[in-house]
């Protein structure tokens, strides 16, 4: 699988703080399509965007976007 398309926690994250993909996106400064593309696999987030969406969600970048073989 390539990084593109690896998958992540952001839309579990988002969802368990009910927050939209707009509200989301307001916190982390990007638009509701970069989170809806982040949350899909379609895009990946630059190490500074990556920080800004842990930072507005409590966790970790390695938390959101780390290999689940890492996580565990």
Same mark, same amino acid.
């Given at each position: ?15 368990? $703080? ?6 989301? #996106?307001?916190?982390?400064? *990007? ?7 982040? &949350? ?7 190490? $500074? ?6 930072? #507005?969600?409590?966790?970790? *970048? ?7 073989? &890492?996580?565990?």
């Amino acid at each position: 699988m390539d990084e593109a398309t690896h998958p992540n926690m952001v839309r579990k994250w988002r969802r368990w $703080h009910e927050f939209s993909q707009s509200e989301l #996106a307001e916190k982390a400064g *990007v638009s509701r399509q970069t989170i809806a593309n982040i &949350e899909k696999g379609n895009y990946s987030p630059s190490v $500074h965007l990556a920080l800004d969406i842990a930072r #507005a969600l409590g966790k970790t *970048v390695e938390e959101l976007f780390g290999d689940e073989q &890492e996580q565990q």
